[in-house]
């Protein structure tokens, strides 16, 4: 396919050197499809590789973002996974197929080229076919925030009817923990800073909703909810001093996924309250392509839908990660093809 299309990029680290840029469209390669993206949703993760100046592994011109929905249009040779008109989404962590995590991982807008274009190319191992539920807006939500609470859940927390999960704010990963574990039959505790938040979260199936503004210790409400024994599973999404609360709240035999760091990469907790109660401590890192297969097949059964805040056509970006700055109740899509 020859002609140019629009792509987000840097030339230099830095969310202020962004610039939409007209470039050839590629060709794929042996064993590689051409994908016309359709929608793109946005990740925490973005605000950290745009605003912390990039590491030593960002290729330049580098291409932001690693969330994707699209329609296969072209295929290289020895393609065999995909044919053309297939829709897909985009693995996040590209080369982690299943099992424990490579060394390294390389993930789709850091270390392998981001996907805010209106085409990319990439080999048919990095993909997986869309939900057949979803519309391309919708589906672009699933490869990270989707597939991180469906890790921590379902593929290593082996989720049970009758348990009950802690999600902690109401970002993409929180909101696809509350539908998913409601779906299961596990009973949801919300930690939100704010009441309209929180009364959002009860409609979409939680159980329960703290305010930990006025609740700052959420541990002790946690326990009194649950009649003392604490919860199944907890996803520690702030890090820093809040996981001395998750440390205080978890269950005998429970489970912390530690999946985010918004206050910040380091964290202290009481080491005593994870012994006496024979806890997990776990590290989320999203998740495998068998893993992201098996979301997608769920979401299909489940009927999920989900939870979009707001769309930006692909000229608004930069006001897309202004949006994301202030903190969005679930998930930021921006639509590259109508």
């Given at each position: 396919?020859?002609?140019?299309?629009?792509?987000?990029?840097?030339?230099?680290?830095?969310r202020a050197h962004l610039e939409l840029a007209d470039v050839?469209?590629?060709n794929p390669g042996p064993g590689e499809v051409l994908v016309r993206v359709s929608a793109v949703s946005l990740n925490y993760r973005e605000k950290l590789v745009l605003d912390g100046g990039g590491n030593s592994d960002m290729p330049l011109p580098f291409v932001p973002t690693s969330d994707m929905a699209g329609e296969v249009v072209a295929t290289g040779a020895g393609v065999r996974r995909f044919k053309e008109g297939a829709r897909v989404i985009a693995n996040f962590q590209t080369d982690w197929l299943e099992g424990p995590a490579?060394?390294?991982?390389?993930?789709?807008?850091?270390?392998?080229?981001?996907?805010?274009?209106?085409?990319?190319?990439?080999?048919?191992?990095?993909?997986?076919?869309?939900p057949t539920?979803?519309?391309d807006v919708r589906a672009s939500t699933l490869p990270c925030a989707?597939?991180?609470?469906?890790?921590?859940?379902?593929?290593?927390?082996?989720?049970?009817?009758?348990?009950?999960?802690?999600?902690?704010?109401?970002?993409?990963?929180?909101?696809?923990?509350?539908?998913?574990?409601?779906?299961?039959?596990?009973?949801?505790?919300?930690?939100?800073?704010?009441?309209?938040?929180?009364?959002?979260?009860?409609?979409?199936?939680?159980?329960?909703?703290?305010?930990?503004?006025?609740?700052?210790?959420?541990?002790?409400?946690?326990?009194?909810?649950?009649?003392?024994?604490?919860?199944?599973?907890?996803?520690?999404?702030?890090?820093?001093?809040?996981?001395?609360?998750?440390?205080?709240?978890?269950?005998?035999?429970?489970r912390i996924s530690l999946i985010g760091v918004l206050e910040g990469f380091e964290a202290r907790f009481p080491v005593l309250p994870v012994l006496q109660s024979q806890g997990v401590l776990q590290g989320i890192f999203v998740g495998h392509r068998r893993g992201l297969e098996n979301l997608v097949r769920a979401v299909d059964q489940l009927a999920l839908e989900p939870v979009i805040d707001a769309v930006y056509p692909l000229a608004e970006f930069p006001k897309a990660l202004e949006h994301l700055d202030r903190g969005p109740f679930g998930k930021l899509v921006i639509r590259v093809r109508s």
């Open positions: 396919m020859s002609g140019t299309m629009k792509r987000w990029q840097l030339r230099q680290p830095g050839a469209i590629p490579p060394r390294p991982v390389r993930s789709l807008g850091g270390s392998a080229p981001g996907v805010l274009a209106e085409y990319v190319a990439m080999p048919e191992s990095w993909l997986v076919a869309a539920t979803l519309d989707g597939l991180t609470a469906w890790t921590a859940l379902v593929e290593l927390g082996a989720l049970r009817p009758g348990q009950t999960v802690v999600t902690q704010g109401t970002g993409g990963v929180s909101l696809f923990a509350v539908q998913l574990a409601s779906a299961m039959g596990a009973r949801v505790i919300v930690l939100s800073g704010d009441e309209d938040k929180l009364s959002r979260a009860r409609e979409l199936g939680a159980a329960h909703g703290i305010h930990r503004g006025h609740t700052p210790d959420w541990a002790k409400v946690v326990l009194d909810l649950t009649d003392g024994q604490g919860a199944d599973h907890i996803l520690e999404v702030v890090g820093g001093e809040n996981l001395a609360r998750s440390a205080n709240a978890i269950a005998p035999g429970g």
